[in-house]
């Protein structure tokens, strides 16, 4: 089970982030998604929130995302931490609006 909330910007995600933990999501399963790679980073440092790592994806997909483009690889990692392809592709375009993407799961 997860839950997605989309937010503009850091300081919308750190309340974001509070409000899942106080319905029990804990940090190492919640994650924020951005387009831009060096913001996902520094926001997933700040919040102190999960990384989708080889735990989430496998091996394949972890290596395969080396060689894909930021969309198919934020796609993936979605997917690997419960949404579906369809919902993958919604919030990817979400992100190229330049906004967030978090998603607490129970995982």
Same mark, same amino acid.
């Given at each position: 089970?997860?839950? &997605?909330? !989309?937010?503009e910007?850091?300081v919308? %995600? *750190?309340?974001? $982030?509070?409000?899942? @933990?106080?319905?029990?999501? @804990?940090?190492?399963?919640?994650? $924020?998604?951005a387009? *831009?790679?060096?913001? /996902?980073?520094d926001? #997933? %440092? %700040? #919040?102190?929130?999960?990384?989708? /790592?080889?735990?989430e994806?496998g091996?394949? *997909? /972890?290596?395969?995302? !080396?060689? +894909?483009? +930021? =969309? *198919?690889?934020?796609?993936?990692?979605?997917?690997?931490?419960?949404? #579906?392809?369809?919902? %993958? @592709?919604?919030?990817? @375009? &979400?992100l190229d609006? =330049?906004?967030? &993407? $978090?998603?607490?799961s #129970?995982?």
């Amino acid at each position: 089970m997860y839950k &997605v909330e !989309v937010v503009e910007n850091g300081v919308q %995600a *750190d309340n974001v $982030i509070r409000g899942l @933990e106080n319905q029990g999501y @804990e940090k190492e399963n919640i994650y $924020i998604f951005a387009h *831009d790679k060096d913001r /996902s980073e520094d926001l #997933t %440092a %700040a #919040t102190e929130t999960a990384e989708v /790592s080889m735990k989430e994806q496998g091996l394949l *997909d /972890s290596l395969s995302n !080396v060689f +894909r483009k +930021r =969309g *198919d690889e934020l796609r993936s990692k979605m997917q690997s931490v419960g949404l #579906t392809e369809m919902e %993958a @592709e919604q919030y990817e @375009e &979400v992100l190229d609006t =330049g906004k967030l &993407v $978090i998603v607490g799961s #129970t995982n």
